[in-house]
């Protein structure tokens, strides 16, 4: 755990030396629409950004569980369209019949993205990108991180209402992101005390239904908002996972998650509610929220810039 | 880990943070006429106040009528006191529609645009 994480900030502090005064770009916009960082769905775009923290007070489990997770997860233009992500999680778990409560690490994952395009009159854009969730670098005796990587190639897009007739205008506000993603495990089973644990592949979708009442001030109507509540984007997300093989298939699972976002000019503060889509996802409830930094706003001179062009 | 997500963070921000300085994508505050208004009688210029200072070189509005024609006078220029506010003049405007396209450059290079209608007439 620790060689990879010294070798990842030698590299990034290699690659911000390299730094050069090259054009910022803009993240998370096509045309008038400003896209926000969601929680749950993949944004469609590269970006300069950092999430810290995400906190997640998940649903109990079914067994009794409560797990809390705080995870950080940043991502860095490499070019104009090409960038990489990264992210990890602490988590801890409380156990019933007084257990002692679990703390460690999940697995790192890390990530290359490609923006497909950009299209600024219909408020469109998608991106391509190669997911990798890595084999032992999480706590896998004491919280069951993966001791086998996962291969997920991933599809993610956006977009805007803003090109309804103007005679909709209270539905030009709305934005759809979403994303599909297949999960290859490049190990199918793991042994654990319990036995033989079987990863299938997975197929995960998700898409988040936004509200953006920043653009419905700026770009519609002026109905009057002012600070703060001209920068709110209620939003509801939901992501599934179905297993296709190994003895899972079809056991779907997921959150529909409701919440609220407040994006400002350098970071973006939001909170949602998670509520399990069946008995096999959780029971009861949980939420979460999560402070995301726009790293191309607060250091538009270097880190926020790509590395390599314009 | 904690320890160690820490000490990633702050070996990052010690690079970046030197030559860094909060500045930010320039967002549309207000505009008069207001996005999305009616007016009795036709407006001498369009203002648009920014959430940045803005570049004046690269920094325009363009303002067409229904049929796509400019009604702008061609010139806009940004405040002599006031960096964050944006002026073009208006050719005299018969009741109809307007579009008004913005498209702005903060002072720290970040490039934004945007779009807004208004009507004179009843």
Partial sequence: MNRPIQGLAALTAAALAALAAHEAL????????????????????????????????????????????????????????????FSDQWESIRQ????PTLHGTGGITTGVQYQ????????????????QNWAHTGSVQALGAPDYTTLSPVFDWGKGMGDLPESLPWLRPFAITGNFSYDFPLKTTSYGPNGAVLHPNNFNYGIAIEYSLEYLQHHVKDVGLSAPFDRLIPVIEMAMTTPMNRGQGGQTTGTVQPGLIWAGQYYEISAEAI????????HGYGGLVQLHFFLDDIFPATFGRPVFGN | MTHRVSGFLLACFLVIGTGGVAWAHAFLDHAAPPVGSTLAAPPPVIRIWFTQDIEP??????????????????TPRVDDRDRTLLIVGLKNLPPGEYKVHWHVISVDTHATEGNFTFRVGP
């Fill in chain 1, 26 to 85: 803009a993240h998370g916009f096509a045309g008038d629409r400003f896209f926000p960082a969601t929680i749950l769905t993949d944004d469609p775009f590269v970006a300069d950004e950092m999430s810290l923290p995400t906190v997640t007070f998940n649903p109990p489990g079914a067994d009794g569980t409560h797990e809390t997770d705080a995870e950080f997860d940043i991502a860095k233009r490499l070019t104009h369209d090409l960038g990489i992500t």
């Fill in chain 1, 96 to 99: 019933p019949g007084g257990l």
């Fill in chain 1, 116 to 131: 497909l395009f950009i299209n600024a009159p219909h408020e469109a854009m998608a991106l391509v990108g190669f997911q």
């Fill in chain 1, 275 to 282: 509520i399990p889509v069946n008995s096999l996802s959780g």
């Fill in chain 2, 57 to 74: 070189a690269f920094s325009g509005i363009e303002v067409t009528d229904s049929a796509g024609a400019r009604v702008d006078d061609g």
